[in-house]
């Protein structure tokens, strides 16, 4: 397949490639062949799909996400951290023990995702193995891609709400088993305070022999880091904790939130390969605290950007852009200027190729990577002849689901599922 | 008339007031009679227009826009302050000397109030008095209640974007004589380093004679606050120095930003009944920094938002309500919780009753306020009967301009009027 349009996306996070009235050339596996100015006389026979003055993007990547906190939205965002979870957060959870109520909000979830423009996501499910096999079926339907996680909690946590480290285990080996190209289970413990140091340990020799990855939550909070530091008296920081688990990057790992992350555990997540999955409408919205990118970009860590719906109160990823460089901002104000800020095309190669190599050669456009892309018509903007470059960055802070006209993921184009 | 709908409104900031299909009864004159739960028998021959289950809410007050900067809405926020103003925002605001470049953005900016659900705005333009005047007209043909500025500057600024104490009081005084009751002039010095003493000086004086109200820029960030010191040097603070020319409360007056507002400035503030204009997105995008508004509610200065566009990236009320919250839970977090953070409710009123107060009553729905409404399907959000208290909830963070399906300023309902 041949695609024509204006092609936009972040090779290196400095600035956007921009190729006016391009190509991009997919291979039969969707994988690009090559991105041409003009097109090369070898393909002068393939037909080309036009997508007149319209942008070509890749496709964005969620990093941190609660799939069935999605009815849950918007809710309680009053509320502490606490009460939070126990009012709201876990009685919601606890519903995904019933399959058909499973089904309609995770439909719900797939299709907001798809709409947003999100192709691939790493997600939480819930203790609850029949649901969580059906959240990952209904994302191969989509066609979208996931690392789909079932829970493992077994403390500190309502009865309803716990599995043990056999339950767990064995899900993963199954899900493992069964896994395809576009889902593939995850190992997810909670967070430490969540898990007992048994149920931390099986996990962590079951990533150790099977290579699997591992997503979960790291120094989102003071009060939780502290508790941490109480229940891991051996560990050095947070993060060692994980680390002395075999959680820490000894197989491709995802940390969320990361706000009080310094000194030895950055080093540990540096050293270790670990990505930060940063969540700044969360942090705020859960008055967590302001996670200092650009000091783990310094440092050489690596980078990637999540949602966290429920506690982050939107799913599409255009708003998460947004907030990563404005939570960046005021560390430069409270720094007075000491730190730089991310860049509009910093925060917008987190979102899309730094998060994507969690998948692969995902999330630009260059010989190799899978043809991720949204095709997004912004002619609503675009009144005033606006540049390319002005038109990436209005469709970023002023765009939304309905400027998105196609959305493919892994070379194939994806049509609306209806969730009801 | 009579509306029947879900009516929500903040008569206090605590909570939100919620009557399930309740009744408001209009007057002729658009000021509310009375709200009721069950319609009193001296109505029951008026007919009643019934919204069903929509919601029905309090139009927004956006109390700091510029509106000659709506072209560069999302445009060059990589930018620091100074080449964001030099490389961007002068060069834009002096297009508005050509009379049908601005009637262009301005039909434009003034539709996209009205799809954003603002029905009342105070409003910067630019030096230019045609231009102004033809702002002023758009709001009075849509329909929409505004104070608009023509922006008085004469220093530290393009030569081509000056005007004198002259000019602009001149204008003024024209604009006072053809106010009505819609649409009004407001005395706009740009900022203290934008204008001369002698500037200052006699729009303090026209101020004194007319009551004309007052807006301008306080305190947004700390480059600018020494730079005003160093301009002042009798003044004890930012604001003292507008105090001195008769410009801080002598009228009624609105001070954007006030981030680095305390002490003296604070008490000035209050004593005076100025109004902060709180701008978080724009303080956000310009790294200005955080405005302690909870502080400020706590010591009994009064607040209203604005979206503060285009340093601010999007003209809806809603976001700039989400980001009020999500700031001053960053003051919580960065205080370690001593300064408890904004609910919903006291945002939301920020956003209607405490910003319509500019405008008399205005911004709630209670017996003698103006009826400034919009009603709300937010159908599609309220999948799993939610109740109304998280309906709005949802709404808020949720929501945008598809939803709203009718739209009330001054107990008249605003159809769209077409922008080109």
Redesign the interface.
Same mark, same amino acid.
């Given at each position: 397949m041949i695609y024509r349009a204006n092609i936009i996306c972040t090779p290196t996070p400095e600035r956007f490639k921009i190729l006016e009235h391009g190509y991009v050339v997919v291979n039969d596996d969707g994988r690009i062949q090559g991105v041409y100015e003009s097109l090369p006389d070898s393909f002068v026979s393939t037909p080309v799909t036009d997508f007149g003055d319209c942008l070509l993007i890749p496709a964005f990547c969620d990093m941190h996400v609660h799939a069935p906190q999605y009815?849950n939205?918007?809710? *309680?965002?009053?509320e502490e951290l606490l009460p939070w979870l126990q009012k709201y957060t876990f009685p919601e959870e606890m519903k995904f023990s019933d399959i058909r109520y499973a089904e309609r909000i995770y439909r719900?979830f797939v299709h907001e995702l798809w709409m947003q423009g999100t192709m691939r996501s790493a997600v939480f499910a819930t203790i609850h193995p029949q649901a969580t096999d059906l959240l990952a079926a209904l994302f191969e339907e989509a066609g979208m891609s996931a690392y789909v996680g079932l829970v493992a909690m077994n403390r500190n946590c309502p009865d309803q709400l716990t599995n043990t480290a056999e339950d767990a285990c064995t899900y993963y080996q199954d899900a493992f088993q069964r896994q395809t190209d576009l889902v593939k289970p995850i190992l997810t413990p909670r967070f430490i305070p969540a898990c007992t140091p048994d149920m931390l340990s099986r996990i962590g020799q079951l990533a150790a022999s099977s290579g699997m990855p591992v997503q979960s939550h790291l120094s989102e909070?003071?009060s939780e880091v502290e508790w941490v530091q109480s229940l891991e008296v051996e560990a050095s920081c947070y993060g060692d904790a994980y680390n002395r688990y075999g959680l820490f990057g000894q197989t491709p790992t995802l940390m969320a939130h990361c706000c009080y992350t310094d000194g030895e555990e950055l080093r540990l997540l540096r050293d270790n390969g670990v990505f930060v999955v940063h969540c700044p409408?969360s942090n705020?919205?859960?008055? #967590?605290?302001?996670a200092p990118i650009r000091h783990f970009l310094n440092e050489g860590v690596k980078v990637a950007l999540g949602t966290d719906v429920s506690a982050g109160?939107?799913l599409s990823m255009l708003r998460v852009i947004?907030y990563a460089? &404005?939570?960046s901002?005021?560390h430069? *104000? &409270?720094s007075?200027g000491k730190v730089k800020?991310l #860049?509009?095309s910093e925060a917008f190669y987190l979102a899309t190729k730094s998060g994507g190599a969690f998948f692969g050669k995902v999330g630009s456009f260059e010989p190799g990577y899978m043809f991720d892309a949204l095709v997004v018509d912004d002619s609503y903007?675009n009144?005033?002849n606006?540049s390319l470059e002005?038109r990436i960055?209005?469709?970023?802070?002023?765009g939304?689901d309905?400027d998105i006209r196609h959305r493919f993921c892994n070379g194939k184009e994806l049509k609306e599922i209806c969730y009801e």
């Open positions: 009815r939205l918007g809710l *309680a965002l009053d719900r909070n003071l409408t705020s919205n859960l008055a #967590s605290g302001m109160h939107y947004q460089i &404005q939570i901002k005021l430069y *104000a &409270q007075r800020y #860049s509009l903007l009144y005033d606006y002005h960055e209005r469709y970023i802070y002023l939304d309905r």
